[in-house]
């Protein structure tokens, strides 16, 4: 009953912004990490940036400086906001959550994905 679904994503010219969010619904007593990950075509999946429960934030080299992660634990989301957008941020970005679930199991939780293209 767990998921987690992500709304945002598109088209961005490059330098462009964009942000996509994720919120996690259904029996939840509690979450853990949260994070970002993307997969280019013909790429393997890499992790874009992570956050703690208490807030901690890691950003890969990559997007440094670029994009920002952030979790509101009342709304049970975690955004990704992206400035200055590079055609090779192309990808789908798919959310991760570590949760706990109604039943006190925790599980690593996976979203649909949601398609970023930057055009140049």
């Known amino acids: 009953q767990v998921q987690l679904v992500e709304s945002g994503g598109g088209l961005v010219q490059a330098g462009g912004s964009l942000s996509v969010s994720c919120a996690a619904s259904?029996?939840?007593?509690?979450?853990?990490?949260m994070a970002w990950y993307r997969q280019a075509p013909g790429k393997q999946r890499e992790l874009v940036a992570s956050?703690?429960?208490?807030?901690?934030?890691n950003h890969a080299d990559s997007v440094k400086g670029r994009f920002t992660i952030t979790r509101d634990n009342a709304k049970k989301t975690v955004n990704l906001q992206m400035n200055s957008l590079k055609p090779e941020d192309t990808a789908v970005y798919y959310c991760?959550?570590?949760?706990?679930?109604?039943?006190?199991?925790?599980?690593?939780?996976w979203g649909q994905g949601t398609q970023v293209t930057v055009s140049s």
């Open positions: 991760n959550a570590e949760i706990l679930s109604g039943d006190w199991n925790w599980r690593n939780y």
């Open positions: 259904g029996s939840i007593s509690g979450i853990d990490d």
């Open positions: 956050v703690t429960a208490t807030g901690n934030t």
